[in-house]
């Protein structure tokens, strides 16, 4: 390990402060009495500490943590990044902390760097010494598309679509970035079928905690290649990933179907999911689920308006109603086939009678769907407000106690109900056990998703049921795992990783030494 000169991190913020009032006007070089090292660094030119940069770089979507950086890196190359991480591992004996910004779709301040570093990873978009989205072939990974890590996955949509191919797993909202999601997992109603986003990738580049660039893969660096899939960002930041490609649909026959019994609802999803080879063409391609609850603002879906009145007259009879939503794609060769097809999937399921709702849209008029949500939202000034959001894995044994305890219980009697609250199964065999994601141990596991929004002022009403239905699980003793983990104790992240947590430390003491990478996580500050 290189010792280098020593300078606290209180003096780099100095120094950042130094270099903007240095250039304000021009560009002028590092002053003489700084070390000689920083006067030579290529990236010097690309930091900021301005007030703009700092407010932007201090938050993330869910609106309610804000940590002050000291500077924000906003790169034009992966050189830049190498450079920032090797000199501040090179030549720190503090820590400095560094943190991957993408879209700051967080939602607990996890892409933040209080008092370190933020690196802006959108402004790689405008460069063009990066990897871009590039698709190819080869024959024995057929077709692929190597994309930088700072790209959003509604561009790696859109610039597959062109070769009439696509990725296979996708997030419901399309605008967030590849290193982001795979620094988590990547989860929607296809990850029955074809797993999370992060069992879809084949190769990646890495540049670990140490300033060290590397390309990894299952079977190079292999130890980097899964410590960084679902890692949180802890061991190293992705600058290009490789992912699988597979033809595009065309189009998608989309059906939601409400019940008011939550284990019929279950079981039904759970029988539709156990149909799930990547090569089965009788499976189905996408099913998730949804509680309907209160004015139908708040519902996932939009149905016929002429509909509205009965279902509003089902939700007001319940209280809760579950909606199932199922998806089978289509092309010119299965167009006569699919609405067979899906006759018999759905054969036998047991809906409340009239109330199914069937439409027929292209591929990517679905995938887009919550991005249509989202304009409409940002016209009406209610994007950037507040998002207490609370996503959990549960097995399947315990979903059934959860829905008497927290939906019928908690939920219903505090009526908070402004946001989606998303609730469909996965199967434990389409991940991979090698990855630092954590996930219940049985075979079929649920999420649930509380997708709150609230004002500015109101937010910690939400935030109360959140606490609430942690301690609810925790008394009924519900082994649940967080999806986007928050947690406050060293105790409390041991037992999120489980089994998994000695893998994790060695693999951070091994990747990133000195613990700089992705400090708004709070795992090892």
């Known amino acids: 390990m290189s010792q280098g000169v020593t300078v606290p991190a209180c003096f780099l913020v100095i120094l950042f402060v130094t270099r903007l009032l240095t250039t304000a006007g021009g560009s002028k070089p590092w002053s003489t009495s700084l070390p000689p090292k920083l ?12 007030p703009e940069a700092i407010v932007s770089a201090s938050s993330d979507y869910g609106n309610i943590v804000h940590r002050m950086p000291a500077a924000v890196l906003y790169p034009s190359s992966t050189d830049d990044m190498v450079s920032l991480i090797k000199f501040a591992y090179d030549n720190y004996s503090t820590p400095l902390s560094i943190a991957a910004r993408g879209r700051g779709h967080s939602v607990r301040g996890q892409a933040t760097a209080p008092n ?43 610039a597959t679509l062109e070769h009439g191919l696509a990725p296979v797993s996708w997030t419901d909202y399309l605008y967030l970035s590849i290193g982001g999601t795979l620094s988590n997992a990547g989860i929607s109603g296809q990850s029955f079928r074809y797993g999370p986003q992060i069992s879809n990738v084949y190769e990646m ?19 980097l290649f899964y410590a960084v899939l679902g890692g949180l960002g802890q061991f190293g930041i992705i600058t290009r990933a490789r992912i699988s490609l597979q033809p595009a649909p065309k189009r998608v026959n989309w059906i939601r179907m409400l019940y008011s019994d939550f284990s019929t609802f279950t079981a039904d999803q759970e029988r539709l999911i156990s149909v799930n080879g990547r090569r089965q063409s009788n499976a189905l391609d996408y099913v998730e689920g949804s509680l309907l609850i209160g004015s139908p603002n708040n519902w996932r879906s939009s149905f016929p308006s002429s509909d ?17 939503e199922v998806v089978k794609y289509y092309d010119d060769h299965t167009q006569h086939t ?16 009239g109330f199914a709702f069937q439409r ?21 000034g209610l994007w950037e407000v507040r998002h207490p959001w609370l996503n959990l894995f549960l097995p399947k044994s315990r979903i059934s106690d959860f829905n008497s305890g927290v939906f019928r219980d908690i939920v219903l009697k505090r009526n908070i109900t402004t946001g989606l609250v998303l609730v469909y199964p996965m199967n434990r065999n389409k ?13 079929v596991f649920y999420t649930v998703g509380f997708l709150h929004s609230s004002g500015f002022d ?45 893998m994790f430390q060695a693999r951070k003491a091994r990747f990133d030494p000195k613990r700089m990478l992705s400090p708004g996580q709070m795992i090892f500050q």
Not at 310 to 324: D, E
Request: proline letters at 2%.
């Open 205 to 223: 580049d890495v540049i670990t905690g140490k300033g060290e660039l590397v390309t990894c893969s299952a079977k190079k660096n292999s130890e």
């Open 431 to 443: 991940w991979d056990e090698r990855t630092s994601a954590v996930i219940p141990e049985e075979d």
């Open 360 to 380: 027929d849209v292209s591929f990517v008029q679905f995938l887009e769907r919550v991005r249509r949500e989202e304009l409409k939202l940002h016209s009406q």
């Open 458 to 502: 109101g937010w910690q009403a939400f935030d109360d049921q959140n606490r609430e239905v942690l301690d609810f699980c925790d008394k009924a003793g519900i082994e649940i795992k967080q999806y986007f983990p928050h947690y406050k104790t060293r105790e409390d992240w041991s037992n999120h990783f489980g089994s998994k947590w000695s």
């Open 116 to 158: 370190g570093l933020v690196v802006d990873m959108m402004s790689l978009r405008k460069s063009k010494n990066v990897t871009g989205i590039r698709v190819s072939k080869n024959p024995s990974l057929g077709s692929y598309v190597d994309v930088g890590g700072e790209q959003l996955w509604s561009d790696v949509l859109h």
């Open 308 to 324: 509205i009145p009965k279902i509003m007259s089902l939700v007001n009879q319940h209280g809760i109603i579950y909606c199932l």
């Open 338 to 353: 699919v609405d067979k097809e899906l006759q018999e999937l759905l054969k036998g399921l047991s809906f409340n009678a």
């Open 39 to 50: 006067q030579t660094l290529d990236f010097a030119e690309k930091l900021r500490a301005d």
